[in-house]
């Protein structure tokens, strides 16, 4: 029996599909099969997966007539895997030669991690926003990291996961909702107790272009990653995930927009907001929560959760955090 299943749903992928293919049977680690799920694709997308697959054995094509959507047929695909190990992989993207070798020898090394990623390289189009996020994802490499960044962003593209089958299984896999899958399924994961680790090597290109779905669907919105952030917030606290961070009173740094979702999100969660902090608004209250200036409180008996959208005036926040002696992951998050 093979040792590794990849699960590939893909839709209307012809640009980019042979490339996509091609990686895969280029690995430098070939014992695995490769679980595609063609979902009612309307180009040419199945004659190139059949053209594929009658070279190369390992892939198997699956087909639905009808849109299932990424949700329905990544369960589908992780429904069909019989291996100790699954790999994501995208229809849009490139798996580098010895991504699998690399991941799976750190896997079996480390029994007690259930989901390891990678770096990634840009491919196709880089905007600003999207080279400062892979530029981000590469700097989170330790488990340490991982974990103290779990609120900020994935720090473990989805793209790049290479994980124990049946971690994902008792999970109950993906689900449905108006949030990123993946992410949902990364804050799940990490809040059960499952451990991450992120290979050394690059793993993944990440292909940027303007018809990905992290462009165009809302549950990948900016807001949508934020509330599911909150959702899970007092879960990660109580499981531990952050075992420096203070069990102070919590405040908000910023009452912009962004910051008064949180605290309404948070406080469906059941978690209580102390104060906004933030110098320009000061002296305001929003939904019963007081507004103050960064000096009318003693920064360490609080801890800090930074939520604000613009990046210049975040890093100022960082800044000013940094400069009082406070540490991230232990004083303060970031979930913008």
Known sequence: MKKLTILMPVRNEESFLQEALDSLSSQSYGDWECLIMDDASEDSTASILAAHAKADSRFNILRSERGLGIVKALNILLGEAKTLFCARMDGDDISLPERLYSQLDLIDRCEEVALVGGLVKPLGECREGWGD???WVNSVTTAEDIRASALTESPLPHPTWLFRTNALKIAGGYREGPFPEDYELFLRLISSGVKCEKSQGFAVGWRDHP?????????????????????YFKALLEAGVYPELSQLPLVIRGAGITGR?????????????EAFIDPVKAGENFDGAPVLSPDDLDPFKYLHLVAVRHRDSRELVVKELNKSGLKFGRDYLLLY
């Open 133 to 135: 996020y892979l530029s």
């Open 211 to 231: 018809k990905r779905l992290t462009r165009t669907s809302k549950r990948t919105s900016g807001d949508a990653f934020l509330k599911i952030k909150a959702a």
């Open 261 to 273: 979702l949180l605290k309404r999100e948070l406080n469906k969660a059941g978690v209580h907001v």
